[in-house]
């Protein structure tokens, strides 16, 4: 229930992930997305003691969906585009085809662990925490989505919109380092971009 009360505050706030996309921008963040800069929304949401942080990130990718998608279903290249993330492992599939990634993120300090289910169409991945499995943070959502982009000069790109809300739950984190997560989180996009730009180097 606290889930389905913050994804509709959220909806609300940003847009949902199925009208949170390139015809729902400005014309002026789409003359900054031409012009290669990020696109970014910050959301906060409370409901009783829980708070989730995010927001939605706009970046333009020069490459094609498919690889964009290719980051995005590699668990490897997922674990260098989640901001401190050790380790990052599929652990199964769940009922309806979701696939279950186990994601282990932190520091010398402290790192928390979880579970994802992750659903897959042709140009989007949504997500969210799977609850029946031990967690380290209360909850998170979100999702990518890849649309085709021309840039000024007509050429072919990928707009690549991220959406994601994560209630780390009470404690140093939240008290201490929120803006820092928050910032991390809607930062995604411009790693992922730079995967894509890395994986098109020649050899």
Do not use: C
């Not at 997922?78 to 769940?94: D, E, F, Q, S, Y």
Request: hydrophobic share 45%.
């Amino acid at each position: 229930m606290r889930r389905l009360l913050a994804s509709l505050a959220f909806v609300s706030a940003v847009g949902a992930t199925t009208a949170a996309r390139a015809d729902s921008l400005r014309p002026h963040e789409s003359a900054r997305l031409a012009r290669g800069e990020t696109v970014i929304r910050e959301q906060t949401l409370e409901r009783g003691e829980h708070r989730w942080i995010g927001g939605i990130t706009y970046t333009v990718v020069d490459g094609s969906a498919a690889e964009v998608a290719g980051v995005i279903d590699d668990v490897e290249s997922l674990r260098r585009v989640l901001p401190k993330t050790k380790r990052a492992r599929v652990v199964g599939t769940a009922s309806g085809g979701d696939q279950l990634v186990e994601l282990v993120q932190g520091n010398a300090l402290m790192e928390a662990a979880y579970t994802i289910r992750v659903r897959r169409d042709a140009r989007e991945a949504r997500f969210w925490l799977d609850p029946s499995r031990p967690h380290g943070i209360d909850d998170a959502w979100g999702f990518f989505r890849f649309e085709p982009f021309i840039g000024p000069g007509g050429e072919a790109r990928v707009l690549l919109t991220y959406g994601i809300m994560v209630d780390v739950g009470p404690g140093i984190v939240r008290d201490l380092f929120e803006e820092r997560l928050r910032a991390a989180l809607l930062s995604v996009p411009q790693l992922v971009q730079r995967q894509v730009a890395q994986l098109r180097r020649p050899i």
